[in-house]
């Protein structure tokens, strides 16, 4: 018999929304690769996590600022100067990746597109736990990827949960899925050694601790760590004084997300910064 | 049974007729579209009618709760899958209601041993100019009518979905006068709320073949206002975000109603 063009999945319970099991179903993602050091016989490569970009974020008196430089390589050669790793998944949520974009930007995509088909099947909000579970998820399934020397991806989420007490969250992870929160901040990529002493520095002993800083305040600070990261970091771009290039940056807020315009991370840069 | 044909046309319209009378007490819903949006309305005094199922396509169905759900799942499944592999502007209404949902409709209320959807289903997607909005509805047969599809006749700014034809055809023959695309929110949820008045009021009378009285109307408005809630939903018009389904409540629309 002939089978008609859309089949009406007859289960429809909780896990109906489960978009990458639908995905999965169809056929339209790839199923995690075996993991090439389970293989007999064949023993296990050494393999280098290139995660190479600069990627911050931390909480800040009107929420959390996520950061990151716009310079994506390969291996020693710069390939684009204008990259996008600061990623918008829904009204309040930002993913920030460092790793392979390849992976990263299908990862957003699949997120994206999860937390949209959860709320329109089942008709309420995925919650902030059910999303960071939902990338962690992602990650882990893509770990035989990264066992295999390619497809690492080490993101930063930030969201605003409104229950049970609106605030402002943000996550880290790392390659294998595991979540970690953190109260005041986050980063990742090659560069982040740098970045991370200057976040603790400024949280400690700086004029103000992070999360009373306010935005003009936040905005140099994280300028001022992507600058230094991208001094001994060839990956990072920091930023690009000749050729005018911004690090991205965007707001998280109980209003949504703000992208900041270049403009204003230019007069903050000219000011404080250069 | 189905051997022979005559018998096969009997079923068919057997269940017609079964089908009908299970939708006829369905309260109607009215979509209108207009300067910066589509509204979507209805009365309810329990579950929910209007549903969301991608970026710019919102979805108002009357008949069993089972049956529609399997049919908005099997819509939002369907957008998100071409939303996702291709991308959001190549999911259509049309090619949605045409090739995924029409066919399989067809399919299962001509089986006659099979049990077909008791559903009626009115969709919209959203244009960026109020010309552009597409209007289709979708019968329990896969029967597709649109707003704009059939060239003999003028393109309308609205749809309407109710129980009973008689009553839709009473609630599109007051739209045809009263609305236009370029009212503002609160006219157009006026307009949308007598038209819905309009098409309940005739659900129950066997054959209103005129317009009931403007008091009349009023009345009954003002009594399903006092014991049913306003579920509404918009399509907005703003290109500025990718998702433009928002839901309207009760007590943010209260305060727009006119005598």
Redesign the interface.
């Known amino acids: 018999m002939e089978r008609?063009?859309?089949e009406?999945?007859?289960k429809?319970s909780g896990a109906?929304g489960d978009?990458p099991a639908?995905?999965r179903g169809?056929g339209?993602l790839a199923p995690a690769p075996a993991n090439s050091l389970s293989q007999a016989g064949t023993p296990p490569k050494a393999w280098q996590p290139t995660e190479a970009t600069t990627i911050l974020a931390f909480k800040f008196s009107g929420g959390v600022l996520v950061a990151g430089d716009r310079r994506a390589t390969a291996g020693n050669t710069v390939v684009y100067d204008r990259a996008d790793k600061v990623l918008e998944i829904d009204?309040q949520s930002i993913m920030a990746i460092a790793g392979v974009p390849a992976t990263a930007w299908e990862m957003a995509?699949?997120l994206e597109?999860s937390f949209?088909?959860f709320?329109?099947?089942q008709?309420q909000e995925m919650s902030v736990d059910g999303k960071v579970r939902a990338l962690s998820k992602l990650l882990r399934d893509n770990f035989g990827f990264v066992m295999q020397g390619v497809g690492i991806v080490v993101p930063i989420f930030a969201t605003y949960d409104f229950h049970p007490k609106p605030e402002a969250r943000l996550y880290f992870y790392d390659a294998m899925g595991a979540q970690f929160e953190v109260t005041d901040y986050a980063a990742t990529g090659s560069g982040s050694p740098a970045v991370r002493g200057i976040l603790y520095y400024e949280n400690n002993w700086g004029t103000k601790r992070l999360h009373e800083l306010g935005e003009d305040e936040a905005v140099s600070i994280a300028l001022r760590a992507l600058d230094t990261a991208a001094e001994s970091d060839t990956s990072t771009g920091g930023v690009d004084r000749s050729g005018k290039i911004y690090p991205l940056i965007k707001i998280v807020s109980r209003e949504g997300i703000v992208t900041l315009p270049e403009s204003k991370i230019a007069a903050v840069f000219k000011e404080t910064v250069a | 049974m189905i051997e022979e044909p005559y018998r096969w046309v009997e079923a068919i319209a057997n269940r017609r007729e079964y089908i009908e009378a299970q939708l006829a007490p369905g309260s109607p819903i009215a979509a209108l579209g207009y300067r910066d949006g589509i509204l979507f309305l209805t009365m309810s005094q329990t579950r929910?009618k209007i549903?969301?199922?991608?970026d710019r396509i919102a979805m108002g169905a009357i008949g069993h709760p089972g049956d529609i759900?399997?049919l908005?799942?099997?819509a939002?499944?369907?957008a998100?899958?071409e939303?996702?592999?291709r991308s959001a502007t190549d999911v259509s209404l049309r090619r949605l209601v045409h090739?995924?949902?029409s066919?399989?409709m067809k399919?299962a209320f001509e089986q006659v041993y099979g049990a077909p959807y008791l559903a009626r289903m009115l969709f919209a997607e959203i244009g960026e100019r109020p010309e552009e909005d597409l209007f289709v509805r979708v019968e329990y047969d896969g029967e597709i009518a649109t707003n704009g599809a059939t060239y003999a006749q003028a393109r309308q700014d609205f749809a309407a979905l109710s129980g009973t034809q008689q009553s839709r055809d009473l609630m599109e023959a007051f739209l045809a006068t009263q609305h236009g695309p370029e009212a503002d929110l609160e006219t157009t949820f006026n307009s949308a709320l007598d038209a819905w008045s309009i098409g309940h009021m005739t659900l129950q009378t066997s054959d209103a073949k005129e317009q009931p009285e403007r008091t009349a109307v009023a009345k009954h408005r003002e009594e399903q206002l006092a014991i049913a809630g306003i579920e509404a939903a918009l399509l907005e018009r703003d290109a500025g975000r990718a998702?433009r389904y928002r839901l309207l409540s009760d007590k943010e629309l209260r305060p727009l109603l006119r005598d």
Request: net charge positive.
């Open positions: 008609s063009p859309v009406f999945d007859q429809f109906a978009f639908l995905l169809k339209l009204r995509r699949v597109h949209q088909y709320r329109r099947t008709l | 929910q549903f969301e199922i991608y759900e399997r908005r799942m099997a939002i499944e369907s998100s899958t939303g996702f592999t090739y995924s949902l066919p399989v399919a998702i």
